[in-house]
């Protein structure tokens, strides 16, 4: 299996990279770096528990009922459960951010 780091991973490679939640926090920090970004104009929403690190990297961070324990205690913000609805209004309170202005 190649690594996460690789150039062009294939869709198997790059979605078990994405189930390990170091790997996640890692592929938001590799695209953050690559866009020129600040770790503080990016908004993570949680969907799992493996996604708790990337909450505690994000500027804003938002979770969903069901995301675990620690992704709730680490969000800034938290909604219903996926099923209820949370996705929908978590990306909606997305959009609402202020967005920065263009250089």
Known sequence: MRGCGSDLPSRADADACLLRPAARANVLAELVAACGWGFDSVAVIATSPADRDMLLAAGTAFALKGAGYDALAAADRTFPAREA????????????LALPANP
């Open 85 to 96: 609805g949370g996705f929908t209004q978590a990306v909606d309170a997305v959009c609402t």
